[in-house]
């Protein structure tokens, strides 16, 4: 069962990634969310730190 299970949340992720990536204005968007969450780790890592 986890086999056919595992196909259809690939092939949906696979769709969803081809939407994503098509279009620019969420492209950049995504490119700036991830870099604040980048940077919001690195800091939380620095202050555990100090």
């Known amino acids: 069962m986890a086999l056919p299970t595992n196909r259809v ?3 949906w992720a696979d769709r969803i990634t081809g939407m994503l990536r ?3 204005a969420v492209s ?3 490119h ?3 870099g604040v969450l980048f940077i ?3 800091l939380r ?3 555990e730190r100090i």
Request: aromatic fraction near 12%.
């Open 9 to 11: 949340i690939v092939w």
């Open 22 to 24: 098509r279009d620019a």
């Open 28 to 30: 950049r968007w995504l």
């Open 32 to 34: 700036k969310g991830l």
């Open 40 to 42: 919001a780790l690195g």
């Open 45 to 47: 890592i620095a202050a």
